[in-house]
């Protein structure tokens, strides 16, 4: 995500480094590194203009000029800059006061409005919701099964009608539906075209008279750049929507429709698709973004990850075998399953502080090893993972074979995991070593 932006913002901080206090004439010639950066991610002209206006006025203030350290403060310039670009907050979806919540899902055809209504559904069931998805797209071979599929993968009721029936008419019996069986919130999946068209925006606003929608999301498709802020405003002008879900967040994006949407129709961009799971969707956050842009990591949806994907009580669990020592292989296939659940090893590295796009651009991160290790592990005996000492020649032959894989890699695992256990141990000795420390300190009592 944004690796080319990030790239050229990060080349044109460099010629504010090694200075001492800089000159207007060399903000300037920085700010025109910035500006090209930003074109180059196809971010909107008018946006661009108006956001190196903002930077330069502020740069070119005491706060950079008589500061002693000139390059970090337009970088936190930019930062501010950027996060108000994009809506300063994360902007929720509204909740109405009075059952149910209608949500429109609109956007031109292969943007994804199937896949994210039941994505954004999921997200509200896992906190409580009773969703309902609304299947409207009556034009598209096949709209209604994929809609019903992501349903039944998601546990999600489905409404739809017979063929023939109107989108309208659809929609109208869903919210009846919805009340009747206590539904509090329903995703009405509209049809898309290939392009805007009369037809398509007429079949949209006779939906939304008859519903009258708590949100209409446009769903936009982030690697079309200056096409997708073409769309958003097309759609915005003629529908009012309530907010922007952008998806493919995690392709080639140069990030022009992130930076831009906001600005050129108002509205918010509330979620991002980030891959083809269902569960992969995150809420905008306009300072986190603004943090991934500028390769600075976003440490705070890590954690969210993590909070989402780790259980509890098996990391209290965890904790204590590493301190007893006793940490099996089990454990570590456990361990493995949890980071898988996190995302791609990519990902997650991508968003860890310091750990720039650029530097993993040429990195092996070879996903597949996970899959292999997973094999070979769940290839021994309860005993053999409990204690690998006991794996002799014949039994690792025999765990090769069972799990496709070599006796070189089952000896490879083996190292590792007896490397990993050794770590653990010190780290659990040293942590001992300073609580003993401290509570000699206090007297003894560990107070």
Do not use: W
Not at 39 to 46: G, H, P, Y
Not at 92 to 105: A, G
Not at 312 to 323: H, Q, S
């Amino acid at each position: 995500m944004f690796q080319s932006l990030t790239e050229k913002l990060t080349n044109a901080f460099k010629k504010f480094k090694n200075k001492g206090k800089l000159t207007e004439a060399e903000i300037k010639e920085g700010m025109r590194e910035i500006k090209l950066a930003l074109l180059e991610a196809d971010v909107n002209f008018k946006v661009v203009r108006e956001f190196i206006k903002a930077v330069s006025a502020r740069a070119v203030g005491a706060e950079v000029l008589e500061s002693l350290l000139p390059a970090q403060q337009i970088v936190k310039i930019v930062n501010e800059e950027l996060i108000a670009l994009m809506g300063r907050e994360n902007a929720k979806l509204e909740i109405s006061s009075r059952p149910p919540t209608v949500i429109m899902m609109t956007g031109l055809q292969g943007a994804g409005k199937t896949t994210h209504a039941g994505k954004i559904a999921n997200l509200y069931k896992k906190s409580g919701k009773r969703p309902l998805l609304v299947a409207c797209d009556i034009y598209r071979p096949a709209a209604i099964q994929q809609l019903e599929i992501i349903g039944k993968q998601l546990d999600i009721p489905v409404f739809s009608m017979p063929a023939g029936t109107s989108p309208v008419t659809i929609a109208k019996a869903a919210i009846d539906h919805a009340k009747k069986h206590g539904h509090d919130m329903v995703f009405i999946d509209t049809a898309g075209r290939l392009h805007i068209d009369e037809v398509l925006m007429g079949e949209l606003s006779d939906i939304k008279s008859a519903v009258t929608p708590t949100e209409i999301l446009l769903v936009v498709d982030a690697m079309t750049g200056q096409d997708a802020v073409n769309v958003a405003k097309s759609f915005n002008d003629l529908l009012d929507i309530t907010g922007v879900v952008l998806t493919k967040m995690d392709g080639d994006t140069r990030g022009g429709a992130a930076l831009s949407v906001r600005y050129i129709t108002g509205k918010p961009i509330k979620f991002i698709g980030i891959g083809e799971k269902l569960d992969t969707i995150e809420p905008f956050h306009p300072e986190r973004m603004a943090s991934r842009i500028l390769g600075m990591g976003d440490i705070l949806t890590l954690i969210e990850k993590a909070e989402q994907s780790i259980d509890e009580k098996k990391a209290a669990e965890l904790e204590r075998k590493m301190r007893e020592a006793a940490f099996t292989l089990e454990d570590y296939l456990d361990q493995l399953k949890q980071l898988k659940s996190m995302g791609s090893l990519e990902s997650i590295l991508s968003m860890m502080p310091g750990v720039k796009p650029g530097a993993l651009k040429d990195a092996k991160i070879d996903e597949k090893l996970m899959a292999r290790t997973e094999a070979i592990i769940l290839s021994m005996t309860k005993r053999e993972r409990e204690k690998p000492d006991i794996l002799n020649s014949s039994r690792k032959r025999r765990i090769a074979s069972g799990s496709g894989t070599s006796v070189e890699e089952v000896n490879r695992l083996i190292k590792q995991f007896e490397q990993m256990k050794k770590m653990m141990k010190q780290l659990t000795a040293q942590a001992s070593g300073r609580k003993m420390r401290k509570m000699k300190g206090l007297g003894g009592f560990g107070f």
